[in-house]
């Protein structure tokens, strides 16, 4: 295992988004951290969803062809080069946590690929996942939880 990772300085695993990073707050993505990524990976994809939606899955952000060189999302950014697709709030960003009732998990879910994707900008998080088929070399994700006030 090579130890790929992604962390957050702002939320540990399993444990709490700050406000300012939900539609309660400024509602802009947190700082992410990206550690060993693997030598053959050609760019990354980045899926946010929320598995304890109401009506299913919820997509907050995707994101791919992010330079394998990246050790940093910053907060409220997009690395150079990387595209957006089509969250289930039908933009192309970020959607901050914005459960209905209870506390719900967001998976910041982050694959290194053999290859970059060719994806058209209205992409959504199926085509992603589709496109990336067997070209996954190693996948990691962190876990934030959030309820509403």
């Known amino acids: ?7 957050s300085p702002v939320f540990e695993n399993n ?9 309660d707050g400024a509602d ?6 990206i550690a060993n990524v693997p030598a053959r990976t050609k760019s990354l994809s980045l ?5 304890d ?11 791919w062809n ?12 997009v690395p150079n080069g990387a595209n957006q697709g ?5 933009k192309h960003n970020y959607g901050g946590p914005c459960p209905p009732s209870g506390t719900h998990r967001y ?3 982050l694959y290194a690929l053999d290859t970059i994707l060719a994806l058209d900008f209205n992409a959504t998080k199926a085509h992603v996942e589709k496109a990336m088929g067997e070209h996954i070399v190693a996948e990691t994700r962190i876990i934030g939880l959030y309820k509403r006030s």
């Open 1 to 7: 295992m090579s130890g790929f990772q992604i962390t």
């Open 15 to 23: 444990g709490f988004i700050p406000k300012k990073f939900t539609c």
């Open 28 to 33: 802009v993505n947190p700082q992410l951290l």
């Open 47 to 51: 899926i946010v969803d929320d598995p």
């Open 53 to 63: 939606a109401p009506a299913g899955t919820w997509v907050h952000w995707v994101v």
């Open 66 to 77: 992010i330079d394998p060189q990246t050790l940093e999302i910053k907060e409220h950014s």
């Open 86 to 90: 089509l969250n289930d709030f039908s």
């Open 107 to 109: 998976f910041f879910k």
